[in-house]
C-alpha cells in the first residue's frame, strides 16, 4: 500500500527565515506530486505539483519555490518567510493518466511569527 | 475559470438526522469528482470519485451522487464521528483539481 509523509508536523518561524518543508511518497513510482496550501476559511490553492525528477509548475508567484530530487520526494522551501506564509501546507500524490483521486499528507502546521 | 461551490457552509444534525451536503460545479470537460473528508488539523481523506452523471457509490452511512452540475453527499442517520469537515473537488480538462471550502458537519448526540 502506499504512504505519504511530511514533516516537521508543526513549524514555528520568525519572518525573514528560511523554510524547508519535505514530503516523501513510499509504495508507488513516478507519482504525481503536488503541494497545496490551506488558509482557515479558505480551499485548498495549488502551489506547485510535479509530473516527475526535476520538472516542477508554479501556480501561484511567491516567495516559495519546490524541489524534487527524487522520484517520490517532494520538497517545499523558501529563502525568507513573510507572515503571510503561515498556513497548512499539505503534500498529495496520484497515479499518472486519467483522472485519479489525490491522496494527501498529514500537513505541517507552519506559522511565521 | 472553474468553480465549485459548496453548501451550506455549516450544517449541525442531531444524530439519526440525515441530510444532504451540495457541490455545484462549473467545469469545462468534467474527468473526475471528488469527495474527501477532512478532520481538524489533519489531511484530506479521500471518499468518493464520480466520473459521470447519474454515477452514485456508497461507503457506510455516506452516499454520493452527481449530476452535469452539481453532486450531492447524502448523510444517513449519522453519528458524532461523521462530525467532520466534507471537501468536494473537480477535475477539469486543465490538469489540476479545484476544491470548494467545504462544509463543516456536526452531529450532536
Known amino acids: 500500500s502506499q504512504t505519504i509523509h511530511q514533516w516537521p508536523a508543526t513549524l514555528v518561524q520568525p519572518v525573514g527565515s528560511p523554510l524547508s518543508l519535505e514530503c516523501t511518497v513510499e509504495?508507488?513510482?513516478?507519482?504525481?506530486l503536488y503541494w497545496y496550501r490551506q488558509a482557515a476559511g479558505r480551499g485548498l490553492q495549488l502551489l506547485f505539483y510535479?509530473?516527475?525528477?526535476?520538472?516542477i509548475s508554479s501556480e501561484v508567484p511567491q516567495n516559495l519555490s519546490a524541489s524534487r530530487p527524487q522520484d517520490r520526494q517532494f520538497i517545499l522551501s523558501s529563502k525568507k518567510l513573510l507572515l503571510s506564509d503561515s498556513g497548512f501546507y499539505l503534500c498529495?500524490?496520484?497515479?499518472?493518466?486519467?483522472?485519479?483521486?489525490?491522496?494527501f499528507g498529514p500537513g505541517t502546521r507552519l506559522t511565521v511569527t | 475559470e472553474d468553480q465549485v461551490t459548496q453548501s451550506p457552509e455549516a450544517l449541525r444534525l442531531q444524530e439519526g438526522e440525515s441530510s444532504s451536503l451540495n457541490c455545484s460545479y462549473t467545469?469545462?470537460?468534467?474527468?473526475?469528482l471528488f469527495w474527501y473528508r477532512q478532520d481538524p488539523g489533519k489531511g484530506p481523506e479521500f471518499l468518493f470519485t464520480?466520473?459521470?452523471a447519474g454515477e452514485e457509490k456508497e461507503k457506510e452511512r455516506l452516499k454520493a451522487t452527481l449530476t452535469k452540475k452539481e453532486s450531492f453527499l447524502h448523510i444517513t442517520a449519522p453519528k458524532p464521528e461523521d462530525s467532520a469537515t466534507y471537501l468536494c473537488?473537480?477535475?477539469?480538462?486543465?490538469?489540476?483539481?479545484?476544491f470548494g471550502k467545504g462544509t463543516l458537519l456536526t452531529v450532536n448526540p
Open positions: 509504495g508507488t513510482s513516478n507519482p504525481n
Open positions: 510535479s509530473v516527475g525528477i526535476g520538472q
Open positions: 473537488a473537480a477535475h477539469g480538462s486543465n490538469y489540476k483539481l479545484t
Open positions: 464520480l466520473y459521470s
Open positions: 467545469v469545462s470537460g468534467l474527468r473526475g
Open positions: 498529495a500524490w496520484d497515479r499518472t493518466g486519467r483522472s485519479y483521486e489525490q491522496y
